[in-house]
């Protein structure tokens, strides 16, 4: 995953939009007009994670456009193009198809603004698409540097601890083809766990 220097006034946007959506979602609302391509981003969310979960999830695109990634939807308002019912969120991110569930949706609401997340539980996601790169020591970074270890991660599972000392059991190293944490030492830690076997994360040079 990967995540821009947005201005702090499109960071605050996308925080307030999550937090709409999320008030939303728990009121039953219904969803603003649909995109012309939502069918597509739909099925798009939905491929990131296992159908037993996406079926009765939330959907969430870019206002008015596709998003490529967490980048782009700390540009600008998020659209609901579904509301779901079972409390995960999927994204519609063509480089990185998304799905959260409310420990994951709160992290996400932090990251956009730099905050500190506020875990209080096992948080799981699914990104069963893998994705396009990113830094696996910098959550911030937007390009692979000589030592910030650009990595292209395989379909994986993501865990969040509420207790930080619980990652210290798993290696830094995306390359063992097992799980690994991401962003060690930073409040966005968590693990990455490859489901596809015969296919090993890939560490990318500029």
Not at 61 to 72: E, P
């Amino acid at each position: 995953m990967k995540h821009a220097h947005a201005t702090a006034i499109s960071m605050v946007v996308a925080f307030a939009a999550a937090a709409s959506l999320a008030n939303a979602h728990m009121r039953g609302a219904s969803a603003a007009p649909a995109p012309k391509h939502a069918a597509r981003d739909i099925a798009l969310a939905m491929s990131a994670g296992p159908a037993a979960i996406t079926r009765n999830a939330t959907i969430v695109t870019c206002g008015g456009s596709r998003c490529a990634d967490m980048n782009d939807m700390a540009k600008g308002q998020m659209t609901q193009l579904r509301s779901g019912t079972n409390g995960w969120v999927c994204y519609a991110f063509s480089n990185e198809p998304m799905c959260l569930d409310p420990q994951w949706q709160k992290w996400m609401a932090a990251i956009m603004v730099k905050g500190e997340p506020k875990i209080d539980g096992t948080g799981i996601a699914y990104m069963l698409r893998g994705d396009k790169g990113g830094s696996n020591t910098d959550p911030f970074a937007t390009a692979p540097t000589a030592d910030n270890q650009w990595v292209i991660a395989p379909p994986h599972v993501m865990v969040l601890f509420q207790d930080a000392r619980m990652l210290d059991a798993y290696p830094t190293d995306p390359k063992s083809g097992g799980p690994w944490v991401m962003w060690k030492g930073t409040p966005y830690a968590h693990v990455m766990v490859p489901v596809a076997p015969a296919t090993a994360a890939k560490v990318v040079s500029p």
